[in-house]
T-cell receptor
Framework: RKEVEQDPGPFNVPEGATVAFNCTYS??????FFWYRQDCRKEPKLLMS???SGNEDGRFTAQLNRASQYISLLIRDSKLSDSATYLCVPGDNFNKFYFGSGTKLNVKP | DAGVIQSPRHEVTEMGQEVTLRCKPI?????LFWYRQTMMRGLELLIYFNNNVPIDDSGMPEDRFSAKMPNASFSTLKIQPSEPRDSAVYFC????????????FGPGTRLTVT
């Protein structure tokens, strides 16, 4: 079983749409959680950390459900610049990160 | 502020040659990670260091791969001899703390072994 499962997409949405990504992780001992974005032929960049209480950063909202081992990311009012691959990343207590294969988002004009 | 620096950015080499990839972590960060990314396998952790000491090298594919961190500001990943299946993008990342710290990635080295 994979450490992290994500729908690869692609999600094709119009500008202004709201889109949600989900992922599940298998290690119940995971301690830290993040969403990264990766543009084509670029390095992964930290989008946001995910806290148990849920957290919001502008148009982005992340949720964590430890009981179900489930992480989500909601993007409101999508912009063309949001087009990228979004990587779900749980980390263990030694900061070893487990990267999902990513969900590809295409925002169309 | 300078981010993680990697060199070279691109490397093309022939099978059997030695390849050395270099990384300078963000100043003050005490953990360093080497990853490899391919279309087939995604992003894989190869090895990571904390305070210059290798903590987990279970992701290193085989003995042809070795990594060192002689000081807090420099690390190398060496492949000897290289093979075509080693072709990938190799990323270095650093973080401030071992547990729970965000990792910041360098731009990567795109390696092609012919």
């Amino acid at each position: 079983r994979k450490e992290v499962e994500q729908d690869p997409g692609p999600f094709n949405v119009p500008e202004g749409a709201t889109v949600a990504f989900n992922c599940t992780y298998s290690n119940s001992a995971s301690q830290s959680f993040f969403w990264y974005r990766q543009d084509c032929r670029k390095e992964p960049k930290l989008l946001m950390s995910v806290y148990s209480s849920g957290n919001e950063d502008g148009r982005f909202t992340a949720q964590l459900n430890r009981a179900s081992q489930y992480i989500s990311l909601l993007i409101r009012d999508s912009k063309l610049s949001d087009s990228a691959t979004y990587l779900c990343v749980p980390g263990d207590n030694f900061n070893k990160f487990y990267f999902g294969s990513g969900t590809k988002l295409n925002v169309k004009p | 502020d300078a981010g993680v620096i990697q060199s070279p950015r691109h490397e093309v080499t022939e099978m059997g040659q030695e390849v050395t990839l270099r990384c300078k972590p963000i100043s003050g960060h005490n953990s360093l990670f080497w990853y490899r990314q391919t279309m087939m396998r995604g992003l894989e952790l190869l090895i990571y260091f904390n305070n210059n000491v290798p903590i987990d090298d279970s992701g290193m594919p085989e003995d042809r791969f070795s990594a060192k961190m002689p000081n807090a500001s420099f690390s190398t990943l060496k492949i000897q001899p290289s093979e075509p299946r080693d072709s990938a993008v190799y990323f270095c990342a650093s973080s401030l703390q071992l547990a729970g710290g965000e990792q910041y990635f360098g731009p990567g080295t795109r390696l092609t072994v012919t």
